[in-house]
């Protein structure tokens, strides 16, 4: 099933009428996204948009996502937060904002608990 398609995942949320959503599609890594951007937006900025049309248009009340830490790799300040500032210099650090300015006013507005979970690399931010 691809995220990145509207129609599909219109009926998904139609069929199953889920109540709680843990989204894991995406593509993870930098190097990814600059290899194959329009891969990455595809599952990254549209799948993404798609899964949180999804929950707001069929009751969902609880969202959980996970996203790479990679977009912190020009933060120099230890510990990173989700409230830090990321420099927009690729496709990676674009997808993150997107999803930071979609969903906060979307999950607010109806009532979804959206619960974020950054990935890091064992050797840290990647």
Do not use: W
Request: proline share 3%; with cysteine; charged share 20%.
């Amino acid at each position: 099933m691809d995220i990145a398609d509207r129609e599909i995942m219109v009926q998904l949320f139609k069929a199953q009428q889920f109540d709680k959503v843990v989204h894991l599609a995406a593509q993870a890594g930098l190097r990814y996204s600059i290899e194959n951007p329009m891969a990455y937006a595809d599952s990254n900025l549209i799948g993404h948009l798609n899964i949180l049309e999804g929950c707001r248009n069929n009751q969902v009340k609880h969202l959980i996502y996970a996203y790479s830490s990679s977009v912190y790799g020009l933060n120099n300040k230890v510990p990173f937060s989700t409230k830090d500032t990321v420099d927009l210099v690729n496709i990676a650090d674009l997808s993150l904002k997107m999803i930071r300015l979609s969903d906060l006013p979307v999950l607010d507005k109806k009532n979804i608990d959206g619960d974020i979970e950054i990935k890091f690399t064992g050797l840290g931010p990647s």
